[in-house]
């Protein structure tokens, strides 16, 4: 069965510059989640997208923005990026519905340097 | 402060022992998810319990939800190096959308 397609799978950028990460969420969901997850701790809900719009925001920060497109796959965008930022992202997606689950991806590992 | 609370944070035993995760909140939720991490890898859904006082059943895991759908507990019995991982309770609320918060993780390891 398909899955929640993440990439890449490993990113390494400096302090102050870009980074976009993509999700292909599981075909016929219809909603997108983003979470970021440090070091030995649990995952933080970032956004969510539910049919295009976003549905729910969490603690993003300013600097990030995210959108999910016509083909519902979705962007983190991620500007002037600082140390702190390193951490493992993931994307999961649903079939919105009450306590539907979530189907995690492999998440991308940002280091920033 | 953590809307979902797991206890232990750690927990290290042998092949063969059983084992509890508790997961508590002063919160009620529709739903209570637990998923199993590995290093590197997402969260991979265990089950989904939904009805207070409700219990289920994955082979040696059983996973119960209060009665009043503040709590959830797992527990593994005799269990085997391969169960080893992270485990991570998360609560759905209709009020925040279904937005699943996660809490903070127990981290197993089974030594053989």
């Known amino acids: 069965a398909a899955g929640v397609i993440q990439s890449p799978r490993h990113l390494i950028k400096e302090k102050r510059e870009t980074a976009t990460l993509k999700c292909y969420p599981i075909?016929?969901?219809?909603?997108v989640y983003w979470y970021q997850q440090g070091p030995g701790q649990d995952p933080q809900f970032l956004i969510s997208?539910?049919?295009?719009?976003?549905?729910d925001k969490g603690s993003i920060p300013d600097r990030f923005s995210a959108q999910q497109f016509s083909d519902y796959h979705s962007e983190l965008n991620m500007s002037s990026l600082e140390l702190g930022d390193s951490a493992l992202y993931f994307c999961?997606?649903?079939?919105?519905?009450?306590?539907?689950?979530?189907?995690f991806g492999n998440g991308t590992r940002l280091t920033v340097t | 402060t953590q809307l979902l609370e797991q206890s232990p944070q750690f927990l290290s035993i042998q092949e063969g022992e059983n084992l509890t995760v508790y997961c508590n909140s002063s919160?009620?939720?529709?739903?209570l998810q637990w998923y199993r991490q590995e290093p590197g890898e997402g969260p991979v859904l265990l089950v989904t319990?939904?009805?207070?006082?409700e219990v289920k059943k994955l082979k040696r895991l059983t996973f119960q939800f209060g009665d009043a759908r503040k709590d959830s507990s797992l527990h593994i019995t005799a269990a085997q190096t391969g169960d080893t991982g992270l485990y991570l309770c998360?609560?759905?609320?209709?009020?925040?959308?279904?937005?699943?918060?996660f809490g903070g993780g127990t981290r197993v390891l089974v030594k053989p």
């Open positions: 319990v939904v009805t207070g006082g």
């Open positions: 998360a609560g759905a609320r209709k009020a925040a959308g279904n937005k699943l918060t």
């Open positions: 075909p016929r969901h219809d909603t």
């Open positions: 997208f539910y049919e295009k719009m976003q549905s």
């Open positions: 919160s009620v939720f529709s739903s």
């Open positions: 999961a997606s649903s079939y919105q519905g009450y306590n539907s689950p979530l189907h």
